[in-house]
């Protein structure tokens, strides 16, 4: 055995273990699932992740809903699926996805979830600003409160309100001349689920932000209508907190310092960064979201239903791919084998990589895996028929094989060549209007291309090196087991 | 030698019977939806209902429901055997308002709904006309970087254009024949253009224009082994000794593609059942469409020259 052909073998041995390993429905050791470092922290794990029509679910895109031509800025952008991803959030559901796409679109990906209607009008709805009365225990940022207004309640379960410490408190006052006070409630307790609202974004008449030697604060002007309200309210309430809460999230507790009459005072925050502050000060001025979104689409998936596309996704590969092994076997025997051995390795460096990578799989996207399978064995085809044809010149069996892969390879390098041309369209293609279906195709054939070529070329070519230098004039005596 | 050349007329016979089947159904879809192929929700905007039933259910009791919740115009139809208790219905953008009352007459009036086995899909009306464009671009952009391909393959072939517009129109040969039987099957069993159509066909067609191209390469291989046969004799034994390969790949292609038809999901089966169909038709205008072209071109450009020569 030539020492290349030896140290390519042992290379192809460890990474048919290595894939075997990866593909396996274990728990693998967690410091090894924590190398793959271009996972997300915390989500770095080896397993395979299933698309919404497999799972089951409700995947929404929201789309920025602005006259066409007209731009919409990165940041607004950003914010709109700060507050969505709030929203999502407050439906209590694990691995929910939030991710903006080709620059005006968000995509919603919520997997088991139980009332896809109410989902999509939470998701939808104009987010409410509300100013709540939470007496002496100021809440916690981040805090899901249920308040006396109606509207859609983001949780069903309310967690319980937790007193926020004093030193992030901010305070609410008229004039400039503002104390932070370090007064905190002296014996915090859980305050009881309902609280009143005072006031609703729709009574804010302007909202601005600044700064001064204390750092940031709000500005703003109530509608004259709200102003009397506020004033009384304040007045009778002096010295305790008014939280302000976005969609029933609250998102600052200021301190009442004084009576507040006029309708004009200012939030106070302390030591707030300006990204902060920025955000708040736009969530107050927009009453909900900088820019106005619409669903485009809403697709929602029976759990059931998807488990049932997998049981039969699986189903119908085991026996599409069984029949190619047995194919190759019956057409090309010995050569047959082998390319049946490459095929094998195929498939289980595919899964491994779907798990490491990762990739999402879609039912298309089983299928583009499942082709890419069937026309795997394209490439050996291609080289065994050219084997046979110099066989049967009477060239000697090496001979005859290196002359098969040298000659095929330009028809291998087009046919892929060509493919991932097709991929790549579809993938940009699919990727734009997050029609995530195509993207999946796309890209399970593209991977299964690429891995085709080492499988195809490098390992096949090895396999048969191997095997004739071992069985040498035994086999070339033998044709029949050569289909020649 | 077998010779499938001198049968060329035969196989053009043939494919203008296919071509003229295609439009046919093309034309029979325009006259009974208004439009040459039925478009999925995706590009016209809308709703589509999979309805998973726990009981027995009618379609005039079903077209009640949505009727009553202010959607009159609903096309519906049944899924798989009547013992499935599945149907589809399509009609406008629905709202969830809608969705919940829909669930709940349906439950009361028809059978419940079992929402573990049932989807729903709402596209609103506007991204349809963006989607059905972003679809043309990449169509357009396919299309254009394929016959650059093929322009880019035979660039030192002598008569070049020759193989390249042969392979351009054997390629839309394909591409009308799918399109025909998807129309077909849009009018006997309901299927929609949708994404996946787009993509099969895009798959199909880089699939097709690779056997052509594996074929005029052996036939350029050829021309300088056999210097003293005629075209027709060399473009027929390079179909010969590269069909074993087309037909094997094929077969394994196949073998995959039909264990998903008939073992997958619903769902992918007019996807499946397109990119089959596009093989098929494919590897077929490559030996009867393209290779004949060309070979008939050479012939008529000979013909011309000799009756030139009698003048």
């Known amino acids: 055995m030539e020492r290349r052909d030896r140290i390519l073998l042992i290379v192809i041995a460890l990474l048919a273990i290595l894939a075997v390993y990866v593909d396996l429905n274990i728990d693998h050791p967690a410091w090894l699932e924590n190398l793959l470092v271009w996972q997300p922290e915390g989500a770095r794990k080896i397993a395979i992740r299933y698309g919404l029509d497999l799972r089951g679910g409700l995947k929404v895109s929201l789309v920025a809903d602005v006259p066409e031509g007209q731009q919409v800025d990165r940041v607004s952008m950003e914010t709109a699926r700060q507050i969505v991803e709030n929203r999502v959030n407050g439906l209590g559901l694990a691995e929910t996805i939030v991710q903006i796409q080709g620059g005006h679109r968000i995509i919603v990906e919520l997997p088991g979830i139980d009332d896809p209607e109410l989902a999509i009008e939470i998701i939808r709805g104009t987010a409410q600003l509300e100013f709540v009365d939470a007496g002496y225990v100021p809440l916690m940022k981040g805090t899901v409160v249920t308040t006396t207004l109606g509207g859609p309640r983001l949780s069903k379960s309310p967690v319980g309100a937790t007193p926020v410490t004093p030193e992030a408190t901010p305070t609410l006052s008229l004039g400039p001349a503002t104390v932070v006070t370090e007064t905190a409630p002296t014996t915090p307790t859980v305050p009881s689920n309902v609280y009143e609202t005072i006031l609703t974004g729709a009574d804010l008449d302007q909202v601005g932000l600044d700064r001064d030697n204390l750092g940031y604060f709000i500005p703003f002007r109530l509608k004259a209508e709200a102003a009397d309200k506020f004033a009384q309210y304040t007045a009778s309430h002096v010295g305790q907190y008014l939280c302000i809460v976005l969609d029933k999230e609250v998102i600052s507790c200021p301190q009442i310092q004084e009576a507040i009459p006029g309708g004009d005072g200012r939030i106070t925050l302390g030591d707030a960064t300006y990204q902060e502050a920025r955000g708040l000060a736009i969530q107050l001025h927009y009453g909900a979201l900088p820019v106005p979104l619409r669903v485009e689409t809403a697709t929602t998936v029976g759990p059931t239903l998807g488990e049932i596309s997998v049981e039969k996704s699986i189903r119908a590969g085991i026996i599409g791919l069984s029949i190619v092994l047995l194919f190759m076997l019956v057409y090309y025997r010995i050569l047959g084998g082998m390319a049946d051995l490459a095929l094998l390795l195929y498939a289980a460096l595919n899964l491994a990589l779907y798990k490491l990578v990762p990739v999402t799989l879609t039912l298309p996207g089983i299928a583009g895996f499942l082709l890419s399978a069937g026309m795997a064995v394209d490439a050996n085809i291609l080289v065994f028929e050219r084997m046979k044809e110099e066989l049967r010149a009477g060239r000697s069996l090496r001979a005859a094989m290196e002359v098969g892969f040298r000659r095929a390879w330009t028809s291998i390098r087009d046919s892929q060549v060509s493919i991932l041309i097709a991929c790549t369209v579809l993938y940009l293609f699919g990727t734009n209007f997050g029609a995530s279906m195509v993207k999946g195709f796309a890209i399970t054939l593209a991977i299964g291309t690429v891995i085709n070529l080492f499988t195809a070329i490098a390992v096949t070519r090895t396999l048969l090196r191997v095997l004739f230098r071992l069985t040498g004039n035994w086999l070339q005596s033998r044709r029949w087991l050569l289909s020649v | ?311």
């Open chain 2, 1 to 311: 030698m077998f010779d499938l050349i001198e049968k060329r007329r035969w196989f053009f016979t043939i494919s203008a019977i296919l071509i003229l089947l295609s439009v046919g159904m093309l034309v029979l879809t325009q006259v009974r939806f208004g439009m040459p192929l039925r478009l999925a929700v995706d590009f016209t905007g809308g709703s589509l209902f999979v309805l998973h039933f726990d009981g027995p259910a009618t379609e005039p009791a079903i077209q009640a429901v949505f009727a009553a919740n202010d959607l009159p115009e609903t096309i519906i139809q049944r899924l798989g055997r009547p013992e499935d208790n599945t149907w589809q219905v399509r009609t406008r953008e629905v709202t969830p308002e809608q969705v919940r009352a829909i669930f709940s007459d349906l439950a009361e009036q028809v059978a419940p709904v079992d929402r573990d086995l049932s989807t729903y899909e709402s596209v609103s009306p506007i991204v349809g006309g963006e989607v059905t464009r972003a679809a043309g671009i990449a169509l357009a952009v396919a299309a254009i970087i394929i016959v650059g391909f093929i322009w880019w393959s035979f660039r030192r072939v002598p008569h070049s254009v020759r193989y390249g517009a042969s392979a351009v129109a054997a390629m839309f040969h394909a591409l009308i024949i799918v399109i025909g039987f998807y129309a077909l099957m849009g009018l006997l069993q309901g299927w929609e253009v949708d994404a996946l159509f787009l993509t099969a066909v895009l798959t199909v067609t880089s699939f097709s224009v690779q056997d052509t191209i594996v074929m005029f390469d052996r036939i350029r291989e050829n021309i300088f082994r056999y210097r003293e046969e005629p075209l027709e004799r060399i473009a027929n034994r390079s179909i010969l000794e590269t069909i074993h390969r087309s037909l094997a790949t094929q077969l394994n292609a196949m073998f995959v593609m039909i264990a998903i038809i008939l073992f997958g999901g619903e769902t992918i089966r007019p996807f499946i059942a397109t990119m089959l169909t596009g093989m098929l038709v494919g590897t077929y205008s490559s030996f009867g469409v393209a290779v004949p072209l060309v070979v008939a071109w050479e012939q008529a450009i000979e013909r011309r020259s000799r009756k030139a020569k009698v003048l």
